[in-house]
């Protein structure tokens, strides 16, 4: 999804209205309303190129390819972001506590994190692919 500075330095700024006429339903469903796509069906996890993870709702690049690893989750998995790219709050919802992650610019709703990750951190950032684009390294 391809957008423009003005629209991405916005972000936050937009309207439900307008979040709907730029989003498919399934990336609305996931980033605006909290959705989580079904496990395997992102393309995103066979991505194997170098190059950057950003929000597909506003572009904001989120994670650097080098991150990326198969966790066997069936969701696009990492263990650390871009520095500043990302921001967490618990979510207490399906009767149990995670951790959610958000995209710093426009607060749209990534996936969550776990503890259960790789080194060096540890840690297991489970992104919904939909919420993200991909922008191959030139």
């Known amino acids: 999804m391809d957008v423009s500075d003005d629209q991405a330095a916005r972000g936050a700024a937009q309207t439900e209205?307008?979040?709907?006429?730029?989003?498919s339903p399934a990336q609305y469903r996931v980033?605006?309303?909290?959705g989580t796509e079904r496990p395997g069906t992102s393309p995103l996890n066979q991505e194997k190129r170098a190059g950057t993870f950003v929000c597909a709702g506003?572009?904001?690049p989120l994670f650097d390819s080098?991150?990326?690893?198969?966790?066997?989750?069936?969701?696009?998995?990492?263990?650390a972001p871009i520095e500043g790219a990302v921001e967490t709050k618990t979510?207490?919802?399906?009767?149990?506590?995670r951790t959610e992650v958000h995209c710093a610019r426009c607060q749209g709703h990534?996936?969550?994190v776990f503890d259960d990750g790789p080194a060096p951190t540890g840690l297991r950032y489970c992104m919904n692919g939909v919420s993200l684009g991909f922008e191959p390294q030139d």
């Open 66 to 79: 080098g991150t990326k690893y198969e966790s066997g989750s069936g969701w696009p998995s990492f263990f």
């Open 110 to 112: 990534l996936g969550h």
């Open 91 to 97: 979510d207490r919802s399906h009767f149990m506590t």
């Open 58 to 60: 506003c572009g904001q």
């Open 31 to 34: 980033l605006r309303e909290h």
């Open 17 to 23: 209205d307008e979040w709907r006429s730029r989003l």
